[in-house]
């Protein structure tokens, strides 16, 4: 059974940093893309971050210079290293798998930027 587990969320201040962690089980995602996407109330899920089985990687224009994506394939596990974090950043933020047409994600974690 295939696990995505978050980690790594909570409150910040703005122009504060928050390192979020993805570790996956029951598959091997080293050769697949993995991302980061973020969802708040009332709205679409949104795209944040996307990395290819070769480091190569996609940023929504909103986070670009600001978030950077990172994978660890020997531990399968991705990364978003998140610095000067805005309001408009606070979203329940999920790892996403895609592997064999299929999508999986993990439960979310909430990131809070508030003074």
């Known amino acids: 059974q295939v696990q995505l587990v978050e980690s790594g969320g909570g409150l910040v201040q703005p122009g504060g940093s928050l390192r979020l962690s993805c570790a996956a089980s029951g598959s091997d995602f080293s050769r697949n893309y993995m991302g980061w996407y973020r969802q708040v109330p009332g709205k679409q899920r949104e795209l944040v971050a996307l990395?290819?089985?070769?480091?190569?990687?996609n940023y929504a224009d909103s986070v670009k210079g600001r978030f950077t994506i990172s994978r660890d394939n020997g531990k399968n596990t991705i990364y978003l290293q998140m610095n000067s974090l805005k309001p408009e950043d606070t979203a329940v933020y999920y790892c996403?798998?895609?592997?064999?047409?299929?999508?999986?994600w993990g439960q979310g974690t909430l990131d809070t930027v508030s003074s």
């Open positions: 996403n798998a895609k592997k064999n047409w299929s999508d999986y």
């Open positions: 990395i290819g089985s070769d480091g190569s990687t």
